[in-house]
Nanobody
Framework: QVQLVESGGGLVQAGGSLRLSCAAS?????MGWFRQAPGKEREIVSA????????YYADSVKGRFTISRDYAKNTLYLQMDSLKPEDTAVYYC?????????????????WGQGTQVTVSS
């Protein structure tokens, strides 16, 4: 059983930065960050393969967000720069039993509780 705990969300002005963290207990393989805004479906933001060699970014965050993982700490990160009001959402960390990158929500078996990110204009 894998447990995921996110942290690092908050309120920031447009153009600012935040770093989300996801501490995992148990062995994880590929991991990802998703977000869900009010009235919208949950969507993939970024994903990383089990060995960290492959990453995926949604078009909306390319060049602004960076995903990384620290294997010693068993922690996943999402560095978010140049934030925009449209980035406002609850951000979820997820872990998949797949070793390759997964971008669909159904590919992930474990989910964190979510952390709110609010970007003011």
């Amino acid at each position: 059983q894998v447990q995921l705990v996110e942290s690092g969300g908050g309120l920031v002005q447009a153009g600012g930065s935040l770093r989300l963290s996801c501490a995992a207990s148990g062995r994880t393989f590929s991991m990802g960050w998703f977000r869900q805004a009010p009235g919208k479906e949950r969507e993939i933001v970024s994903a990383i393969s089990w060995n960290g060699r492959n990453t995926y970014y949604a078009d909306s965050v390319k060049g602004r967000f960076t995903i990384s993982r620290d294997y010693a700490k068993n922690t996943l990160y999402l560095q978010m720069d140049s934030l925009k009001p449209e980035d406002t959402a609850v951000y979820y960390c997820a872990a998949s039993l797949s070793t390759s990158i997964a971008v669909a929500t159904v590919a992930y078996q474990y989910w964190g509780q979510g952390t709110q990110v609010t970007v003011s204009s």
